[in-house]
């Protein structure tokens, strides 16, 4: 007897923040989708994410906003310092937050646990990406499948594991996230601190009374707690009161990479691009890859020759574009001579005094801006 073949629009491979909501938006389409995650346990994420106005409308779209048990902290108003210009930067919006801070833990499990309801995870399945192409028969747990698209969201094992598809900026750089508690309200204020060490950015934690902040210091020095600890203390102090830190200290690797236009896959999330942390804006990024995939399923048939091009063209640009200017900030203020340093205070000036270049700040920073679709 022919073993039956299941035929299905996507396969996605990893089941991650990003790869779960992408197969639940694809869902919400009517798509048949598979999602398979080589791990059966939801990873421990201890860190926050800065959810932008774009984003939360998308979680919003799902249904999964209203699950989170624990109060999103809104960000009222961004402050912006740093050690050449005197003055600080305040971005705020009349309309609405500039965004909100929430766990990661709890997004994933309201994610994953959908995607269990609706019985389209498979977990533990370890597979070779070199054998997976579209219309390919593809065997899973014996039985065997058939898809239209394949959706890649594994994170940056991408990057090892194809490099020569990847353009990578591997800086040596490291993230240290951690949470403090401090006796003064935060007041819904969100900074943004360059020094010469690394970008330090303090954001107000889901807690409360509002005395809870979580950072996240970005860094290509050796540098060890206390140090975190002093900086923070020394510049937040005046603002925050007295200030207790958490025990743990999370410390992550940062490799800035976009990978490049692959035929058989659609990259979304950290597969297609990761960006430095010094625009806190990565998440918020893969958020728009689930978009604009979800605008072109809209326009095109999955079977059109043009559609995996079209995707990458679109989402090349932007995160091509996102990557040239963190590593431009990032370079500029690590490295102070005077041309770089009147490059900085050049643009601080712009954004401090041209209300236009404010508003696209804004607008960026919500998710409003639309570059590409």
Known sequence: ?????????????????????????LK?????????????????????????????????????WRHLKTKPQQINKIIIKDYINSSPLIFSNDTEAMGSVIHNTELIKIARQKLSNLQILKSNIQI??????????????????SFKKIVISIGKKIIFAQKNKSLTFDNGDFSYVGFFKHQNDHNNLAYEFFNQDGPLAVLPSPHLNNKKS????????RTTYPKIKSLIKRNFYSSHGKILFDKQLHKFPVT???????????????????????AGQGWNLGIKDIQSLMNLIDKYPLESEAFQSIYYSRRLIESSLYFGFTSLINFLYENPTTLNNNFVRFGYSGLLNFKLLRNIFIKQAMGRLSLID
């Open 1 to 25: 007897m022919k073993n039956k073949i299941f035929k299905y629009d996507f396969l996605i491979v990893g089941a991650g923040l990003i790869g779960s909501l992408t197969a639940l938006a």
């Open 214 to 221: 979580t950072f996240i210091f970005s860094s290509n020095k």
């Open 256 to 278: 800035p990479h976009i990978t490049k236009y692959h035929k058989n896959f659609i990259y979304v999330g950290d597969s297609l691009k990761s960006i430095h942390p010094v």
């Open 128 to 145: 070779d990406l070199d054998s997976l192409s579209p219309k390919k028969i593809t065997r899973i747990h014996n039985k065997f499948y």
């Open 28 to 64: 919400k389409k009517k798509l048949k989708v598979l999602v398979i995650d080589g791990k059966n346990s939801i990873p421990k994420d201890q860190r926050t994410l800065a959810v932008n106005a774009n984003s939360k409308e998308f979680l919003e779209m799902l249904g999964i």
